[in-house]
């Protein structure tokens, strides 16, 4: 029974959260006590589900980006050829983690406006460097009787990092992306700064008005996701593992 409670709570919690955002004003009773005698208990600004999509979608689009590059940077300077590279590459994935995410969003506006477009870069920018330094990890610490068996059967560099290389290191890749994920999913509330579509629309007008309840919405709703998605890609993680037979 143990074993099951976190898998019994993490159903249980993607119910609530999924019933929330479809019936939201089923649960005004319980958030009624948090505000004024006429202030809105729900947030009724916007669709809660409309944001959640849009805030998914923003988070999806800047990681797929980050995943291609950050991958193809690992590769580069884990090949003979890109390996002076390295230290260029590590300096341009840490610019995201240099920089705080509202100083990000301030000099990306004046250069592509408001709305989505900074949010991306901003989140685009954090995103890098957990899945390099695992790319990266992962390539550089590949079993040598391995690579030496995919060599010795004549395989062509190409086709040992598609076939050996980069399957080895999915279960490492995956859990960078894990963080890279979870990053943007906090990160993207900002976003609502500068009039991009996410839950920190909610949060903001909590704040501007007082309004404990939305505050809460906003928060516990990123929060229910950045939980869910954490434990999905952990449990892909610990497939991927168990698949290839590593320790």
Known sequence: MKAWLPTI????????????????????????????????????????????LQ????????????????????ILVTRPFGAEFLPLSRSLVNIGQTFPPVAVLALAVPAVGFGEKP?????????????F???LTALTNLPRSVMEAARG????????????????????????IRLSVTIGLATATIGSTVAARTLGEVII???QSNN???ILQ?????GALAVLIYDGLSAVEKMLTRRLGIA
């Open 55 to 74: 805030h998914l979608s923003t988070v999806f689009i800047a990681t797929l980006v980050a995943i291609v590059v950050a991958i193809l940077l690992a």
């Open 205 to 207: 007008a909590g704040l």
């Open 133 to 135: 330094e695992n790319t």
């Open 9 to 52: 709570l993490r159903g249980l919690l993607f119910v609530v959260l999924v019933a929330f955002l479809l019936s939201p004003t089923t649960f005004e009773p319980v958030l009624k006590p948090l505000v004024d005698t006429n202030a809105p208990a729900i947030y009724n600004q916007g669709s809660l589900l409309d944001l959640t």
């Open 153 to 176: 059967s004549g395989m062509t560099n190409f086709q040992r990092l598609m076939k050996v290389e980069l399957p080895l290191s999915l279960p490492i890749i995956v859990a960078g």
């Open 119 to 131: 949010t991306l870069i901003a989140l685009f920018l954090y995103g890098l460097l957990p899945i």
């Open 218 to 222: 906003g928060g516990l709703i990123v």
């Open 212 to 214: 404990l309840a939305f």
